[in-house]
């Protein structure tokens, strides 16, 4: 039983991983995709570091060198469809954590790495952001984006 636990959270990692490789065609140094829920509460994001340059997914063309031949489908759609991905993800881990007994994490920061294939992931079960009454989880999100910039200008 341990066995298909854990392949099933694999896969549904992974089917994050897949979704927001897809939506930079292949093009990406790493991904970075946050994972949050908190109280009933899902939310998610992600976000690239492409040509060493750390972007918003929104913001894909802006490390682009000046003789790619290529743009990034960047629009609000593909954005949302990623999203609502990720976000049906979250919710089959909350179930499978429920089908097994085990504790959902409150948050996962997963860091992919495109070059070597590999997944690194970060989870936290205790309450992030809802004990501070002004803080959501896009603040989480940015705090971390902000963090992973600030570390890859080192």
């Known amino acids: 039983m341990q066995k298909i636990f854990e392949d099933t959270f694999s896969e549904l990692q992974a089917d994050m991983v897949s979704i927001c490789l897809e939506y930079v065609r292949d093009r990406a140094d790493k991904i970075y995709i946050y994972c949050s829920h908190e109280e009933g509460m899902i939310s998610s994001n992600f976000f690239y570091c492409i040509n060493g340059q750390i972007v918003k997914k929104n913001k894909l063309n802006d490390a682009l060198t000046?003789?790619?031949?290529?743009?990034?489908?960047?629009?609000?759609?593909?954005?949302?469809?990623?999203?609502?991905?990720?976000?049906?993800?979250?919710?089959?881990?909350?179930?499978?954590?429920?089908?097994?007994?085990?504790?959902?994490?409150?948050?996962?920061?997963?860091?992919?790495?495109?070059?070597?294939?590999?997944?690194?992931?970060?989870?936290?079960?205790?309450?992030?952001?809802?004990?501070?009454?002004?803080?959501?989880?896009?603040?989480?999100?940015s705090e971390w984006f902000e963090q992973v910039r600030a570390d890859n200008g080192k």
């Open 66 to 141: 000046q003789n790619a031949n290529f743009a990034y489908d960047t629009s609000v759609e593909r954005q949302r469809g990623v999203v609502r991905v990720i976000n049906d993800n979250i919710l089959g881990l909350i179930n499978l954590c429920k089908k097994y007994s085990r504790e959902m994490p409150t948050e996962m920061k997963l860091v992919y790495d495109v070059e070597k294939n590999k997944l690194v992931a970060e989870y936290k079960y205790d309450l992030v952001y809802t004990p501070d009454p002004d803080k959501t989880a896009d603040d989480i999100v």
